[in-house]
């Protein structure tokens, strides 16, 4: 058995009962990541000896037996800080910085038993969707070298697909986490924003951004919510209460749970084969017991664009500390402050992150505040209106993931709009605020992964989950890249 092809859960079960150690998992790991790295490029930074001695070290304890995550490794997207190790975010301005701390969310995943692995690759700062903005070069997606592995999270997303990771972490600003998923036939939970502390995650969108894992099924991801969740101090917009066991009532079926589809919203173009999967998967679902029922998003057609005035705003307030004064790169021509800032910035932003900057400052200008960006939270209040009026008829809205499978890396790159619009189907989630889980659902004539996404109620990530997992029962999905 290779251990690295097997969920999180049932690695759990396997170590609590003696039967596997973090090392024989981590060695499998190690190995699937040597065979595999060079031609996908999933890590940014990955230190098998580290990972090996960590895990070698818990083992001849034996003190792993007594947590929740039994000393399984866990892989962190590069924009998520963890203590002594280079995050870069994709992006070369910051060069040879190392994070003084750990992210909470990685605090919280030692304190129970997790190791920390490697750092994973993605659109720089989280900005893009295909993982080719990053300044190290793109992931491939394990199911064709020639397409991407969405993004921002690639790395994240196609390390799990291609089993050199049990579970990794990203982070889901407009659909980070779902869309990768979804093109790399994977697991992609983006919980209530709120749920998961940011602190410690490097901030592009500070009212959108939320981690969130990306796993093999929906039970590991409630196991990694688990020990992800709760309220920190030093994240002020983190949500009090106590965190509820999501893995409890996973397995209660379909019966009695409720469905929206919105029509409305699904008239955006996509794939006319996304549309089949999905309306065979509408019916197949209906067919075991639950209720489906037709809701209405008028306003999420306006999602796209509200967004990215909202977000490029934030962004071009969070990037400005990136300046080559304290950390990170630091142009070599620097004849007076200003030109240092400049030039600095220049030579160490990408294009499309300075595209970025550029839009949020404008939107932020004097003049044009008004027009633009007090106009896009008017609309942002709509679509939080949407959801709430749908969740009144339904446990969970229903909707593909993204309008295509994955498509070619260089295919939407130099069409910034086209890129954007892969996105249409998560952003009005992140908007919003809301939990939602993407799982896959059937591959394309391709061979290119489906998915569905499920939207759940502020902090009801339980439904969620459980509406998740009975839909992951019933396709049934077990294709592997590498078959």
């Given at each position: 058995?290779?251990?690295?092809?097997?969920?999180?859960?049932?690695?759990?079960?396997?170590?609590?009962?003696?039967?596997?150690?973090?090392?024989?998992?981590?060695?499998?790991?190690?190995?699937?990541?040597?065979?595999?790295?060079?031609?996908?490029?999933?890590?940014?930074?990955?230190?098998?000896?580290?990972?090996?001695?960590?895990?070698?070290?818990?083992?001849?304890?034996?003190?792993?037996?007594?947590?929740?995550?039994?000393?399984?490794?866990?892989?962190?997207?590069?924009?998520?800080?963890?203590?002594?190790?280079?995050?870069?975010?994709?992006?070369?301005?910051?060069?040879?910085?190392?994070?003084?701390?750990?992210?909470?969310?990685?605090?919280?995943?030692?304190?129970?038993?997790?190791?920390?692995?490697?750092?994973?690759?993605?659109?720089?700062?989280?900005?893009?969707?295909?993982?080719?903005?990053?300044?190290?070069?793109?992931?491939?997606?394990?199911?064709?070298?020639?397409?991407?592995?969405?993004?921002?999270?690639?790395?994240?997303?196609?390390?799990?697909?291609a089993d050199m990771a049990?579970?990794?972490?990203?982070?889901?600003?407009?659909?980070?986490?779902?869309?990768?998923?979804?093109?790399?036939?994977?697991?992609?939970?983006?919980?209530?924003?709120?749920?998961?502390?940011?602190?410690?995650?490097?901030?592009?969108?500070?009212?959108?951004?939320?981690?969130?894992?990306?796993?093999?099924?929906?039970?590991?991801?409630?196991?990694?919510?688990?020990?992800?969740?709760?309220?920190?101090?030093?994240?002020?917009?983190?949500?009090?209460?106590?965190?509820?066991?999501?893995?409890?009532?996973?397995?209660?079926?379909?019966?009695?749970?409720?469905?929206?589809?919105?029509?409305?919203?699904?008239?955006?173009?996509?794939?006319?084969?996304?549309?089949?999967?999905?309306?065979?998967?509408?019916?197949?679902?209906?067919?075991?017991?639950?209720?489906?029922?037709?809701?209405?998003?008028?306003?999420?057609?306006?999602a796209v664009a509200c967004?990215?005035?909202?977000?490029?705003?934030?962004?071009?307030?969070?990037?400005?500390?990136?300046?080559?004064?304290?950390?990170?790169?630091?142009?070599?021509?620097?004849?007076?402050?200003?030109?240092?800032?400049?030039?600095?910035?220049?030579?160490?932003?990408?294009?499309?992150?300075?595209?970025?900057?550029?839009?949020?400052?404008?939107?932020?200008?004097?003049?044009?505040?008004?027009?633009?960006?007090?106009?896009?939270?008017?609309?942002?209040?709509?679509?939080?209106?949407?959801?709430?009026?749908?969740?009144?008829?339904?446990?969970?809205?229903?909707?593909?993931t993204a309008p295509s499978?994955?498509?070619?890396?260089?295919?939407?790159?130099?069409?910034?709009?086209?890129?954007?619009?892969?996105?249409?189907?998560?952003?009005?989630?992140?908007?919003?605020?809301?939990?939602?889980?993407?799982?896959?659902?059937?591959?394309?004539?391709?061979?290119?992964?489906?998915?569905?996404?499920?939207?759940?109620?502020?902090?009801?990530?339980?439904?969620?989950?459980?509406?998740?997992?009975?839909?992951?029962?019933?396709?049934?999905?077990?294709?592997?890249?590498?078959?």
């Amino acid at each position: 058995m290779r251990l690295n092809e097997c969920g999180l859960a049932k690695l759990v079960t396997m170590a609590k009962a003696g039967e596997i150690s973090p090392l024989d998992v981590a060695s499998h790991v190690v190995a699937a990541v040597e065979a595999r790295e060079r031609d996908l490029r999933v890590f940014l930074d990955f230190d098998k000896d580290e990972l090996l001695q960590t895990a070698r070290s818990l083992t001849d304890s034996g003190d792993y037996r007594r947590t929740p995550l039994c000393g399984m490794p866990v892989m962190i997207k590069d924009n998520i800080c963890v203590k002594d190790k280079p995050i870069s975010c994709g992006s070369r301005i910051l060069t040879g910085y190392k994070s003084p701390y750990d992210a909470t969310v990685v605090v919280n995943l030692r304190k129970n038993g997790a190791i920390i692995g490697g750092k994973t690759n993605l659109d720089e700062f989280a900005m893009g969707s295909s993982t080719e903005n990053s300044a190290f070069g793109p992931t491939r997606n394990p199911w064709s070298s020639e397409h991407a592995p969405g993004g921002s999270s690639g790395g994240s997303a196609a390390a799990v697909a291609a089993d050199m990771a049990i579970v990794s972490l990203g982070s889901d600003t407009g659909g980070s986490i779902r869309q990768p998923a979804s093109f790399c036939g994977v697991v992609g939970m983006k919980p209530t924003y709120g749920r998961v502390s940011r602190y410690g995650l490097v901030a592009f969108a500070s009212s959108l951004d939320q981690i969130g894992p990306v796993t093999k099924s929906v039970e590991d991801s409630a196991l990694m919510l688990n020990v992800m969740c709760g309220e920190d101090a030093n994240d002020a917009t983190s949500l009090p209460g106590a965190v509820p066991d999501f893995a409890a009532n996973l397995d209660n079926g379909l019966k009695g749970l409720t469905f929206g589809v919105p029509r409305d919203f699904l008239e955006v173009g996509m794939d006319e084969s996304v549309k089949d999967n999905f309306d065979k998967l509408v019916t197949n679902v209906q067919r075991e017991g639950a209720r489906v029922v037709d809701v209405s998003m008028p306003h999420a057609k306006y999602a796209v664009a509200c967004y990215y005035i909202i977000a490029n705003a934030e962004a071009s307030s969070n990037l400005a500390r990136f300046d080559g004064v304290k950390y990170g790169h630091r142009t070599q021509n620097d004849d007076d402050i200003y030109a240092m800032y400049v030039r600095t910035r220049d030579e160490g932003f990408g294009d499309e992150v300075k595209r970025r900057i550029l839009l949020g400052t404008y939107v932020l200008s004097a003049g044009y505040y008004d027009a633009y960006y007090l106009q896009a939270q008017k609309v942002r209040s709509l679509v939080v209106a949407d959801f709430a009026k749908a969740h009144e008829r339904c446990d969970m809205v229903m909707l593909p993931t993204a309008p295509s499978p994955a498509f070619k890396l260089g295919e939407k790159i130099e069409d910034p709009l086209l890129m954007y619009l892969s996105d249409v189907f998560t952003i009005p989630i992140n908007l919003a605020g809301l939990p939602g889980v993407s799982i896959p659902t059937g591959l394309s004539a391709d061979r290119l992964p489906f998915g569905v996404q499920f939207i759940g109620r502020p902090l009801d990530e339980s439904t969620l989950l459980q509406g998740a997992r009975a839909v992951e029962k019933l396709v049934d999905f077990r294709e592997k890249p590498f078959a």
